[in-house]
């Protein structure tokens, strides 16, 4: 199973851009999907998309205008960017990646560890 | 979106006694081939959520027997034969069939 970390800034402005990395080890990036989900201190899980290696993207509409999501197979790595962030937007972000079904459904089966951006001035 | 709706929100448990949850979504998650597109994850406090069960009723890979999952189209149920300390945390259900995905709001398990 692969190993999925994130890396990126803890604190970002309001109205600034939220980066994020997710490094893969253990396996290669080549060949399947990857996804970004967020959840706001002591709430719940909130799925923001997912991207398939071949750069076919799936968001959640409501953050569709914001979000934009890269592959980069050279350094097995794939990245979230977020846009204008609000203090809405202050959450922990886990990457996330699974295997797929003989059904052709991917299910979601390891995260990462999760980190925490804050937005604050 | 489809709306996830978990009950109850709190479940108080004692170690040995079985324990149910309960998964209601606003559409049907059942496909053409019959599969139906539900997820169940565990979150122990501090940690990643972890796969429980995945298209309804499939054991993830290392979730002891005694996780179970049931239901087709819009009523699922995660259940739990026998509890262990170890199985406190909040349960999340997750539908796949539809963009975007949608989770629960969780339900905490804990010892009573």
């Known amino acids: 199973q692969v190993h999925l970390q994130e890396s990126g800034p803890g604190l970002v402005k309001p109205s600034e851009t939220l980066s994020l990395t997710c490094t893969v080890s253990g396996g290669s990036i080549s060949g399947d999907y990857w996804s970004w989900i967020r959840q706001p201190v002591g709430k719940g899980l909130q799925w923001i998309g997912r991207i398939y290696t071949s750069g076919n993207t799936n968001y959640d509409p409501s953050l569709k205008s914001r979000v934009t999501m890269s592959v980069d197979t050279a350094k097995n790595q794939f990245t979230l960017r977020l846009t204008s962030v609000t203090a809405a937007d202050t959450a922990v972000y886990y990457c996330a990646t699974g295997s797929k079904h003989g059904s052709g459904y991917d299910y979601i089966d390891s995260w990462g560890q999760g980190t925490l951006v804050t937005v604050s001035s | 979106d489809v709306v996830m709706t978990q009950s109850p929100v709190s479940l108080p448990v004692t170690p040995g006694e079985p324990a149910s949850i309960s998964c209601r979504s606003s559409q049907s998650l059942l496909d053409s081939k019959g599969y139906n597109y539900l997820d169940w994850y565990l979150q122990k406090p501090g940690q990643s959520p972890q796969l429980l069960i995945y298209?309804?009723?499939s054991r993830a890979s290392g979730v002891p027997d005694r996780f179970s999952g049931s239901g087709s189209g819009t009523d699922f149920t995660l259940k739990i034969s026998r509890v262990e300390a170890e199985d406190v945390g909040i349960y999340y259900c997750?539908?796949?069939?539809?963009?975007?995905?949608?989770f629960g709001q969780g339900t905490k398990v804990e010892i009573k």
């Open positions: 298209l309804a009723s």
């Open positions: 997750m539908q796949g069939l539809h963009t975007p995905r949608t």
